[in-house]
């Protein structure tokens, strides 16, 4: 199988898998809770595994890209390694606001449901 055969196959069965967990949680709320309640438990539940998991994996990939800056030795491999140590922190940094700012989406959208 290419890797285009793979990567269509991927875009089709990730969300058949969500919308099947999610149709899954819905009917295990008892038979008295609503789609719309179980999905509001669902984002909660992703909201806080989200917060959990950010910051360290942040601190970890800024702390890396520190590590690299500092030890980068001399010549033109260490300019190369600086630089692939100031993009290790500044990706850190952004992926993890785009990250936090993912949890007011969810916020503004939990509030609908």
Do not use: C, H
Request: no cysteine; aromatic share 4%.
């Amino acid at each position: 199988m290419n890797s285009k055969t793979k990567n269509a196959i991927m875009m089709v069965a990730v969300p058949m898998a969500l919308s099947l967990s999610v149709t899954a949680l819905a009917t295990s709320t008892g038979g008295g809770g609503t789609v719309f309640s179980a999905t509001e438990k669902l984002i909660g539940d992703a909201q806080s595994m989200i917060l959990t998991v950010s910051t360290p994996a942040a601190l970890v990939g800024v702390g890396i890209g520190a590590l690299v800056m500092k030890f980068a030795g001399g010549g033109d491999e260490s300019n190369q390694q600086r630089a692939l140590g100031k993009k290790a922190v500044k990706s850190s940094i952004v992926a993890w606001a785009a990250i936090n700012g993912l949890m007011l989406i969810l916020d503004t959208i939990s509030g609908y449901f």
